[in-house]
Nanobody, 120 residues
């Protein structure tokens, strides 16, 4: 049984930075990922780490960095040069599927989310 809890969201101006954290309790997940969703749109994969391998999306590449602690139970998302379009609820998720990558349907444990708001 795995549970995940996110933290670190907030409000920043465009160009600012935030660091999100996600702590997993219980079994060590094969994959932990960050997703984001705004009302009325589908959940979007941002970045993940599966079996120690980082997975980036087009959204994350060049601005966001995903990392994990040595125990593989804390996932981080360092977000730099934030833009207003990054405003969203960010969710952490965990999966025991090694190839879950950024497929939300393969994650079965979800946090409650942390809000990120970027103003122009």
């Amino acid at each position: 049984q795995v549970d995940v809890v996110e933290s670190g969201g907030g409000s920043v101006q465009a160009g600012g930075s935030l660091r999100l954290s996600c702590v997993a309790s219980g079994d060590i997940p094969e994959c932990m990922g960050w997703f984001r969703q705004v009302p009325g749109k589908e959940r979007e994969g941002v970045a993940a780490i599966c079996s120690g391998r980082p997975i980036d999306s087009n959204v994350a590449r060049g601005r966001f960095t995903v990392s994990q602690d040595n125990a593989k139970k804390t996932l981080y998302l360092e977000m730099n040069n934030l833009k207003p379009q990054d405003t969203s609820m960010y969710y952490c998720a965990a999966s025991q599927v090694q190839w879950a990558f950024l497929r939300a349907d393969l994650y079965d444990v979800w946090g409650r989310g942390t809000q990120v708001t970027v103003s122009s």
